[in-house]
């Protein structure tokens, strides 16, 4: 087989342990995934009403998805020549990379961050500068170091997965201002829906002043919409026809496309659950200080913590009591849930710390 020889130093993803498999191993009947920063409160009523109009399945979708098109700039407030839709953001990091690196060029990121980066950097064979976090924040200042003339792009997560932190519109415009034109700033707003912070860049606008800057956003967290693949990104026309090239033909579904338009209707499904989020991360901070857990305060629906215990032991003892959480490097990366489950979690979490650890191993 001659496969690129990059390829193999690479593993194919692994999805978190799914609900049906955990239930019959452990012999549980309630299972809590806060693995994999899914909406908790679902999505909105209106989504399943304007699936029930499609009817011609034989047909293939629109491969501009012109209606969402026009939805999505009249709701951000841009051209539609500025939008590029993906397969979920997923398919646009891939995307992005694809038409963008090469063995000759660098990309600049974060080393803990969002890890479909490095995965299709390490494909496109370009090399990876990776830059480490500065108490859990990208450390700007060392990014830009990092960048030369061959630095064909950067990856700014924010707010940044799995740490929650996030970098402001100064620190952001102050980056931008020494990053030379030709290297494309990516902005992975994944979590856009969810931040409260004042001082969150506002993207949109810095867009019409930076060409260089290509912001991500999806359907897939704050609206609940994961199942249907569909995310986009917004950036200068001339990169968007660039990066459409690459593009499959019709690589958003009819579904994905209608659901996401039935979600742009629904602000009160999105402000609810970015209300009930906020609510749900007071939950997790009062427990740390109370228990002097180290974590960061998170501008998206999942919160890191660094307790000092072994993450993987963490793990194993939330799992066999129905908890599915993301051990990461040396801590534990929760989705925010119902007030419920957060209070669930926060009773084992306590326990654990209090009491230690559990030996028994899952199989697989
Ligand atoms: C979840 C996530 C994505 C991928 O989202 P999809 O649109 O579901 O593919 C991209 N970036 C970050 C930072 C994420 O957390």
């Known amino acids: 087989m001659k496969v690129k020889k990059q390829m193999l130093s690479l593993k194919a993803y692994e999805p978190g342990k799914s609900i049906d498999n955990v239930k019959k191993e452990l012999g549980l009947t309630k299972i809590v995934n806060l693995a994999s920063n899914e909406n908790p409160f679902g999505c909105s009523k209106k989504i399943q009403e304007a699936l029930q109009a499609i009817s011609n399945y034989a047909r293939y979708p629109d491969s501009r998805a012109e209606d969402l098109r026009e939805k999505v700039a009249n709701h951000l407030g841009v051209n539609e020549n500025q939008l590029l839709f993906s397969s979920g953001l997923d398919e646009m990091i891939q995307m992005i990379s694809r038409s963008l690196l090469f063995p000759e060029t660098n990309v600049v990121m974060a080393s803990l961050t969002f890890p479909q980066f490095r995965h299709h950097a390490v494909i496109e064979d370009a090399e990876i ?9 990208h450390d700007l200042e060392g990014m830009q170091i990092a960048v030369d003339e061959q630095t064909s792009l950067v990856w700014i997560c924010n707010p940044n997965n799995p740490t929650g932190t996030y970098v402001n519109e100064t620190e952001l415009r102050s980056f931008l201002e020494k990053i030379p034109n030709d290297t494309i700033v990516v902005l992975d707003e994944a979590y856009y829906e969810y931040v409260t912070a ?17 912001v991500l956003r999806t359907f897939s967290k704050g609206y609940g919409l994961a199942a249907f693949r569909i995310g986009y990104a917004i950036g200068h026309e001339e990169l968007m026809r660039k990066l459409d090239i690459g593009r499959l033909p019709f690589n958003t579904s009819r579904f994905a496309q209608i659901a996401a338009q039935a979600a742009l209707t629904d602000k009160e499904f999105v402000k609810e659950s970015s209300e009930r989020n906020f609510e749900g991360l007071q939950q997790f901070y009062a427990f740390c200080k109370e228990y002097k857990v180290p974590f960061y305060p998170s501008q998206g629906n999942f919160i890191y913590i660094e307790p000092d215990k072994k993450p993987e032991e963490l793990f194993q003892y939330l799992i066999q009591r129905g908890y599915i959480v993301r051990p990461i490097k040396d801590g534990i990366r929760i989705t925010v849930g119902t007030k419920e489950d957060n209070e669930g979690l926060i009773k084992l979490l306590k326990e654990f710390l209090v009491n230690g650890t559990s030996n028994i191993k899952l199989t697989s």
């Not at 990776?130 to 108490?135: H, S």
């Not at 004042?198 to 290509?214: A, G, H, Q, R, V």
């Open 129 to 137: 500068r990776d830059v480490p976090l500065k108490e859990g924040r």
């Open 198 to 214: 004042e001082d969150y860049p506002d993207t949109m606008k810095l867009i019409s002043e930076y060409d260089n800057l290509l």
